[in-house]
Every structure is written in C-alpha cells, then in structure tokens.
C-alpha cells in the first residue's frame, strides 16, 4: 500500500495488511499531514522479509517499531489473520497463466461459528470450451465452522456500519475484505476483545492509561487482569461495566499485557 505524491488525509482502517516482501503500508514525506490509520491486522509470514511500514524516510520492520514512529495503530495488532486458504487447494496464490486463474484462493477469516468458505464476492468464469470463454458465474459459497477463530472478527472500527453482515454478526464489523458483507464470518455469541493496550506499549509507572475494549453478549461487570512482563504490574479500579468499552488504570509496575473478561 504505497501513499505520496502529497495525497493529504488518508484514513486507513479495518485492513489486513501482509506484507512478506517490500512494505506494508509505505508513507512517502508529504502524506504525513492528515494520515490515519488504525483497527488493522498486520503481519508477515514465518519465512517473510518485509517491513510493516515505511514513515519518515526509514523502514520500519516491525509493527512496533511502525507504531511507535507513525503515532497510529493504536488499536490495531499484529497477528495471522487465519484465512480459511490463502493460496488455495493448487497453493498457487493469485493468478498463474496456465496454472491457476486464483478462484480457489480463499481470504476469507476462519471462524468458530461459521465462514463461507469457496465464497467470492466478484464471479469467476464459468465452463468455457477452446476460444469460448465461459460466462460469468458466481462462486457457491459454504457455510463452515473452523477450529481457529481470527482475530480480525469484530475487531473494526466501532463506528462503521456492520449491518450488512448476516447474524450472528456480535455488533461490530469485520476487518478486512469480506466485513460488512453478506459473506463475513459469523461472530461467537458471547466475547471480549481487548484492543487498547494490546502488547508492546510502553506505560510509565504511575501514568494513568486507558484500558479499551469491544464486547458483545456479556451482562454485568468485567474483569481485568495484567500479564506482567516484571512483577508488581497492578492495574486500579479493574473493574468496570463489560458495556462500557473503556476503563481508566493506573500502572503500578512494569508495563505487561491486560486482558478482559465478562465476569463468570
């Protein structure tokens, strides 16, 4: 994803964004002014040498290091957005002459509940015969439950529309192609998602910082708990209504990880 030529304003958000060579998202100077981005899932694969980001004249390798320079991102993560079969039964991604015209190259995000799998929303060329091409025929799509869940459902913007995805869709929209789309994967019944701080942040002992999380199908008050990387990490008033979204702490130690969950 490459932003220059003094394209002022770009707001980026609710992406996938996985870049194993070059760039994630690439930041000329100008673009700078006004640039937005954020309720994103990064990543790269195992073997992958790509960078995250570009900002500021330098590469920015990892999504921390991205974070931390561009000022974005805040409640975006870096993790596998668990496809249903990126590369598809031939492993061929995209189109190969020859080979693979990319129909079975399946991006849509693994869900417990169910995700479409062999679904498109753009048709694929039906039976063709030699110098005939077929016509266009839209893709028959399965409703499938996963073993993995992917960390992109329910993980957008809460601002943006998500009615468009069909139940049980948990009240926020899905990052990435298929969000807000009749073949977004379906959302559990009950969860919290942290997505503020979710790892790498750096908290100054004594700072108050904002716990902020997404949750749908919880009644009551939720918990929250610090995964120290150092001992003594507490977090004040860790308790607060799972409907609020938003919580006030105080660190008390060495910054670490918060989780949150509905009270049992």
């Given at each position: 994803?490459?932003i220059e030529?003094?394209?002022?304003g770009?707001?980026?958000?609710?992406?996938?964004?996985?870049?194993d060579?070059g760039?994630g998202i690439?930041?000329?100077?100008d673009p700078?002014?006004?640039?937005?981005s954020?309720?994103?899932?990064?990543f790269?694969?195992?073997?992958?040498?790509g960078?995250v980001?570009?900002?500021n004249?330098?590469?920015?390798?990892?999504?921390?290091?991205w974070?931390?320079a561009s000022?974005?991102d805040?409640d975006s993560?870096?993790?596998?957005?668990?496809?249903?079969?990126?590369d598809g039964?031939?492993?061929?991604l995209?189109?190969?002459?020859?080979?693979s015209?990319g129909?079975?190259?399946?991006f849509h995000?693994?869900?417990?509940t169910g995700?479409?799998?062999?679904?498109?929303?753009?048709p694929?060329?039906?039976l063709?015969?030699p110098?005939i091409?077929g016509r266009?025929?839209?893709a028959t799509a399965v409703?499938t439950?996963d073993?993995q869940?992917?960390?992109a459902?329910?993980?957008g913007?809460?601002?943006?529309?998500?009615a468009l995805?069909?139940?049980p869709?948990?009240?926020?929209v899905?990052v990435?192609a298929?969000?807000?789309?009749?073949?977004?994967?379906?959302?559990?019944?009950q969860f919290v998602?942290?997505?503020?701080?979710n790892?790498?942040?750096?908290?100054?002992?004594g700072s108050?910082f904002k716990v902020k999380?997404q949750s749908?199908?919880?009644v009551g008050?939720a918990d929250?708990?610090?995964?120290a990387?150092?001992?003594?990490?507490i977090?004040d008033?860790?308790?607060?209504?799972a409907?609020?979204?938003?919580r006030?702490g105080?660190?008390?130690?060495a910054?670490?990880v918060i989780?949150?969950g509905?009270r049992g």
């Amino acid at each position: 994803m490459r932003i220059e030529n003094a394209s002022t304003g770009a707001n980026l958000r609710n992406n996938i964004v996985w870049a194993d060579n070059g760039y994630g998202i690439r930041v000329s100077a100008d673009p700078q002014t006004g640039f937005a981005s954020d309720n994103n899932v990064f990543f790269r694969g195992l073997f992958g040498t790509g960078n995250v980001g570009f900002w500021n004249g330098a590469d920015r390798g990892s999504f921390f290091q991205w974070r931390a320079a561009s000022g974005t991102d805040t409640d975006s993560i870096f993790a596998s957005p668990l496809f249903v079969d990126a590369d598809g039964a031939d492993g061929v991604l995209g189109f190969s002459a020859g080979v693979s015209d990319g129909r079975d190259d399946d991006f849509h995000v693994r869900s417990q509940t169910g995700s479409f799998h062999g679904g498109s929303l753009a048709p694929v060329e039906g039976l063709s015969l030699p110098g005939i091409p077929g016509r266009p025929i839209a893709a028959t799509a399965v409703l499938t439950p996963d073993a993995q869940q992917s960390p992109a459902i329910d993980r957008g913007d809460e601002g943006d529309a998500f009615a468009l995805e069909p139940a049980p869709n948990g009240g926020f929209v899905n990052v990435g192609a298929y969000g807000n789309t009749a073949q977004a994967s379906l959302s559990p019944a009950q969860f919290v998602i942290v997505m503020a701080p979710n790892g790498g942040e750096s908290i100054v002992k004594g700072s108050a910082f904002k716990v902020k999380w997404q949750s749908n199908g919880t009644v009551g008050n939720a918990d929250l708990a610090a995964n120290a990387v150092n001992a003594g990490n507490i977090v004040d008033g860790s308790v607060g209504s799972a409907d609020s979204r938003e919580r006030r702490g105080l660190a008390r130690g060495a910054a670490g990880v918060i989780g949150a969950g509905p009270r049992g």
